[in-house]
């Protein structure tokens, strides 16, 4: 049985500039020690996209999101994000310029809430100071209202209602992965970064996963990047992809353009070889 | 029965300050996992940052105790500046090794200004502060702590459950990677935690002078003393720590009141490996289930 839907009506109704995400990547170089991971990466995306990044094991996937959200530090290179140089940009701050990224290992507070694993989230969009909290005055109030709105319009369109107060580590995996989206969502991202958000999960929490990000994609307008290894999904949601392999880009397009592409089959299945 | 009860309030109240000089460590432990050596130092620091204030600046106790708090917080906040944070993502080991070398130099300075003796503060607290409950009498000393000690625990508790600092405290110490991805300012919060445990090992440094007289060596070996604490209550509760506090403080008051005085350091050892062959994660701390 399928879960009320609610009607989210704040994050969709956001005004277009609040959605706008470009993204740039010119020239991206990282390596560890002697280890190059991107090699020489570039990469754009455009406001509303949903791309696709995929890659054999060890292609350097993980390595370009974690480069973006500032996890890891590239070498030489530049991201520009809505115009602005964020390459060197403190971790904590990308969030409050509005990329926001779940993780490929679940990365949540176990003993908290569901709910209370979002509300973390919306501290950076909280404005009131120490004073007029401890008051709890009426603009407090106000706002706490409308952090609490947003979170319950996430919780019904995740279809977490009936979790909303459960602890996180007592949830099985695919609601784990799925409370992570949420979180990530209450951040307000206009760039969404998804770090294999199907894997380990059975049929049917992929199929409502995906459910949910075509949604996020068409209805809210959220810009999303997703590293993904199950191509059948891949290739039926994604606008466009981009393969990486061994660090390096060998192919960007469409799922039509990927799936012809030669440098990319041999990368997937391995060079022939005629026996003789 | 008198004397049970005169032991238990002693116990009670030094058991306090443990937990409350434990916190600190614990603080430090949780939020970037580092084990700091140099917590019996700090302690001993505060105590003679505060005796400087006292006896060389001639100031009034309470602006001297603030200052005192402050300096320790502001130091800190230094030391994780300048010798934490270049050795971020290094091996814990030598992050380790580093709070040893820390200790030593503290010891250093304190020994190369003060010396080695026992110093005293001048009396300070007034008589009144003594309790008389019936036959048990509670020297002002001992109130004092009391009453700091609670207004600490109360202070720190609204702190980390309410104030945003606070969370953000307890979100990197539960999990940074995801404290980080929610734009929490991890560094401050290690900044902060070290800010935070220099200021109340401090405060405990100057209690503990208070009570039994400054010397570089005793207030150093308290840092010591924190591990029994911690370990019985669960490296990673603060709350663990209070209890554990009490516990070892207690356990101390009544072995040096029924058995000998000089088994005092011994027997809370002893009692802590009993209690962790019952329970090997402390009495609070968080047992690691592996879901397979």
């Known amino acids: 049985?399928?879960?009320?839907?609610?009607?989210?009506?704040?994050?969709?109704?956001?005004?277009?500039?609040?959605?706008?995400?470009e993204l740039e990547i010119k020239n991206l170089h990282l390596s560890f020690g002697g280890v190059t991971a991107i090699k020489n990466v570039d990469l754009k995306v455009h406001t509303g996209e949903l791309m696709a990044l995929i890659g054999p094991n060890g292609a350097g996937k993980t390595s370009l999101l974690n480069c973006i959200t500032g996890f890891y530090r590239p070498q030489s290179g530049q991201i520009v994000f809505n115009g602005r140089d964020i390459t060197d940009?403190?971790?904590?701050?990308?969030?409050?310029?509005?990329?926001?990224?779940?993780?490929q290992n679940i990365e949540l507070f176990p003993g908290m809430t569901v709910l209370a694993n979002m509300t973390l989230a919306r501290h950076i969009h909280c404005h009131y100071n120490f004073i007029s909290?401890?008051?709890?005055?009426a603009n407090v109030k106000k706002e706490e209202i409308r952090h609490r709105q947003i979170l319950e319009e996430i919780i019904d369109f995740l279809e977490m209602q009936s979790i909303r107060k459960q602890t996180v580590g007592s949830l099985p995996y695919g609601m784990m992965k799925r409370v992570e989206l949420g979180r990530a969502l209450a951040l307000e991202p206009r760039l969404l970064i998804l770090d294999e958000p199907f894997a380990g999960m059975n049929l049917e929490e992929k199929e409502d996963m995906v459910r949910f990000l075509l949604e996020l994609n068409q209805r809210w307008g959220m810009t999303m990047i997703l590293v993904e290894h199950d191509m059948s999904i891949v290739m039926n949601i994604a606008q466009r992809i981009m393969v990486l392999n061994f660090g390096e880009k060998i192919g960007e397009g469409d799922a039509q353009e990927i799936s012809m592409n030669p440098e990319v089959i041999k990368a997937y299945l391995g060079e022939s070889e005629t026996i003789e | 029965m008198d004397f049970f009860l005169q032991l238990l309030v002693n116990g009670v109240c030094v058991g306090l300050l443990y937990g409350i000089s434990a916190m600190g460590f614990v603080m430090i432990f949780k939020s970037s996992s580092v084990l700091n050596f140099a917590h019996g130092e700090l302690l001993a620091l505060g105590a003679f940052f505060f005796l400087a204030l006292i006896t060389w600046a001639k100031l009034p106790i309470i602006v001297a105790f603030i200052l005192t708090l402050v300096g320790c917080f502001i130091l800190?906040?230094?030391?994780?500046?300048?010798?934490?944070?270049?050795?971020?993502?290094?091996?814990?080991?030598?992050?380790?090794?580093?709070?040893?070398?820390?200790?030593?130099?503290?010891?250093?300075?304190?020994?190369?200004?003060?010396?080695?003796?026992?110093?005293?503060?001048?009396?300070?607290?007034?008589?009144?502060?003594s309790l008389n409950l019936g036959a048990i009498h509670i020297a002002p000393v001992y109130t004092a702590t009391m009453v700091i000690s609670i207004i600490f625990l109360v202070i720190f508790g609204l702190f980390f459950k309410k104030s945003s600092q606070g969370?953000?405290?307890?979100?990197v110490a539960d999990n940074q990677k995801a404290a980080l991805s929610l734009g929490v300012h991890v560094r401050r919060v290690f900044a902060l935690s070290w800010a935070i445990a220099a200021l109340v090992a401090s405060m405990s440094g100057i209690v503990l002078g208070v009570m039994n007289g400054v010397n570089v060596h005793d207030l150093s070996s308290i840092g010591l003393k924190v591990f029994p604490v911690v370990i019985l209550g669960g490296l990673d509760s603060i709350g663990g720590a209070i209890i554990g506090g009490i516990i070892i403080g207690l356990l101390e008051t009544f072995t040096g009141g029924y058995l000998s005085p000089s088994l005092r350091d011994v027997v809370p050892y002893i009692v802590l490996v009993f209690i962790l062959l019952i329970k090997p994660y402390g009495l609070f701390g968080l047992v690691e289930i592996e879901r397979v």
């Not at chain 1, 940009?89 to 993780?103: A, S």
């Not at chain 1, 909290?133 to 005055?137: F, P, Q, T, V």
């Not at chain 2, 814990?92 to 005293?120: P, Q, S």
């Open chain 2, 167 to 171: 969370i953000y405290m307890r979100s």
């Open chain 1, 1 to 21: 049985m399928k879960a009320y839907r609610g009607r989210p009506s704040i994050m969709i109704n956001k005004p277009a500039d609040l959605k706008k995400a």
């Open chain 1, 89 to 103: 940009l403190h971790t904590h701050r990308l969030v409050e310029v509005g990329i926001g990224r779940t993780f």
């Open chain 1, 133 to 137: 909290s401890w008051l709890y005055a």
């Open chain 2, 76 to 129: 800190g906040f230094l030391i994780e500046k300048f010798f934490l944070r270049p050795l971020i993502g290094e091996k814990l080991i030598f992050v380790i090794m580093l709070t040893v070398g820390l200790a030593a130099m503290f010891k250093g300075f304190i020994l190369l200004i003060w010396g080695g003796n026992l110093h005293t503060y001048p009396s300070f607290l007034s008589e009144s502060l």
